[in-house]
């Protein structure tokens, strides 16, 4: 099936440790993206990557890194530097234009 | 930077009332974005306005891009219970980083059997 990949879907991890999240995507977009989501609040762009081996930061990139070796797959990795990790992460991806479509989340909780 | 601002910001109905939101920017857009996200998954893009003035419907589902080009509306008829679940409105950031949305806060919406 085509689509957006996240995964895994639960991840808990401890204070000072680094987790990766995974997406990849079928679609042959070019553009991939990563939002945060807070409960009750809207979603704010981590990075975003609109071509292979090309990223750019989003308003809320401090303690967060990526890669984009493959157009199918844009994983983000949260970094002990990160001070509020717990959240609901969101993998995107664009063929052009404005319009995105998303993946299924992946929720983190720091323990 | 921009900042878009949705209301309600939540509601709660009977089965088979109308609904009807809207989200305001402080900037000129030229799209708006219309998605619905379940609780626990991604949100589902549902309708993309690309026109000031134009109005597009996607099934139940009506949303109009604003004249001004700082609003849109979206409307649901005859609401269901499976309408449940969050309704963000986004746009794009500025600039020609295309994709780069800014989201509105949502809308909460319950709907009654």
């Known amino acids: 099936d085509g689509g957006i990949t996240q995964s895994p879907k639960y991840l808990f991890r401890k204070e000072g440790q680094n987790v990766t999240l995974s997406c990849e995507q079928n679609l042959n977009h070019d553009a991939m993206y990563w939002y945060r989501q807070d409960p009750g609040q809207g979603l704010r762009l981590i990075y975003y990557?609109?071509?292979?081996?090309?990223?750019q930061k989003g308003d809320i990139a401090e303690g967060y890194s990526v890669s984009r070796e493959k157009k199918e797959s844009f994983p983000l990795t949260v970094t002990s530097a990160q001070k509020n990790p717990t959240a609901f992460y969101l993998c995107a991806s664009g063929g052009g234009g404005n319009t995105i479509y998303f993946g299924e989340g992946s929720w983190l909780t720091v323990v | 930077g921009q900042q878009l601002n949705q209301s309600p910001q939540s509601m709660f109905i009977q089965e088979g009332e109308d609904v009807s939101m809207n989200c305001t920017s402080s900037s000129i857009f030229n799209t708006w974005l219309w998605y619905k996200q379940d609780p626990g998954e991604g949100p589902v893009l549902l309708i993309a306005l690309y026109k000031a003035g134009e109005l597009t419907s996607n099934g139940r589902l009506t949303a109009q891009f604003g004249i001004t080009r700082k609003d849109s509306f979206l409307n649901i008829s005859a609401s269901i219970p499976s309408d449940v679940g969050i309704y963000f409105c986004a746009g794009p950031a500025g600039g020609t980083s295309y994709g780069k949305l800014t989201f509105g806060q949502g809308t909460i919406l319950t709907v009654h059997p």
């Open positions: 990557s609109q071509i292979v081996n090309d990223f």
